[in-house]
């Protein structure tokens, strides 16, 4: 239940990124980095172990502390989720628990989907993005909350 909940709170967020930039925009300073590392770091934790809902969770944090486009944003998404995926499969493949022909497949599917989706993502509106981001994340909540079933 905890992961559909998640999902939703991040998706929600998400979609309301535009008024919680201007709340912050609006306070006299920003909110700390610290506090954004520290965001960072529990995202990084749940999205290392179940990793469903990641990027759309550090798209929502990502409004309270950095500033950006959706497309920069993204970016740094990427790169992150590149370094948590990283150090997690370190840890899966230390534990013995990979099935190697099943990963090797996973690997080449997230890179070239990855790159294409990357294109993809430059040449749609920004606002528009966030927005199907948002609804893909409703949608896979959605789908969790059906599977605990």
């Not at 999205?47 to 950006?68: P, T």
């Amino acid at each position: 239940m905890l992961v559909p909940a998640l999902i939703l709170l991040a998706a929600g967020l998400l979609w309301v990124q535009p008024y919680t930039k201007k709340l912050v925009e609006s306070r006299t300073r920003k909110l700390s980095v610290w506090f954004g590392i520290v965001l960072q770091f529990l995202v990084s934790l749940y999205g290392g172990y179940f990793g469903a809902g990641m990027g759309i969770m550090m798209l929502a944090c990502f409004a309270l502390y950095m500033d950006g486009t959706i497309h920069e944003l993204n970016a740094v998404k990427n790169w992150l989720g590149v370094l948590i995926n990283l150090v997690a499969s370190i840890q899966f493949v230390t534990m013995g628990i990979v099935v190697g022909d099943v990963a090797l497949a996973l690997i080449c599917g997230s890179m070239v989907g990855g790159f294409l989706s990357a294109r993809f993502s430059q040449r749609v509106d920004g606002d528009k993005l966030r927005k199907a981001i948002a609804i893909y994340g409703v949608v896979t909540a959605i789908y969790f909350l059906f599977q605990m079933r």
